[in-house]
Nanobody, 126 residues
């Protein structure tokens, strides 16, 4: 069992930056690939980024490449998402997720997740 709690969301102007964090509670955090998803108003939840159990492999959606960076600290049971050059279309609720699938597995990208956080809202104003 893993409980995930996101933080760091808020209101930012276009071009700005935010850093999201996710704290994981449970004994088996390091056995999961971790990921961020997001859901914009009126849209389906979509994959943003994922990171391997060791933190050495990452995978990004095209919309996040070059602007977002995912990282994890297994000693602290945390993952982060550094978001730079934010755009209004990045406005969404961002969810932290834990998955048994590997980092680039299409099933993870499609939402194959074992545990979800409750989300944190990011609003980017133009």
């Amino acid at each position: 069992q893993v409980q995930l709690v996101e933080s760091g969301g808020g209101l930012v102007q276009a071009g700005g930056s935010l850093r999201l964090s996710c704290a994981a509670f449970g004994q088996t955090f390091s056995t999961y690939s971790m990921a961020w998803f997001r859901q914009a108003p009126g849209k389906e939840r979509e994959f943003v980024a994922s990171i391997s159990r060791s933190g050495t492999i990452t995978h990004y959606a095209d919309s996040a490449k070059g602007r977002f960076t995912i990282s994890r600290d297994n000693a602290k049971n945390t993952i982060n998402l550094q978001m730079n050059s934010l755009k209004p279309e990045d406005t969404a609720v961002y969810y932290c997720a834990a998955s048994q699938y590997t980092t680039r597995d299409p099933r993870l990208v499609a939402g194959g997740v074992d545990y979800w956080g409750k989300g944190t809202l990011v609003t980017v104003s133009s």
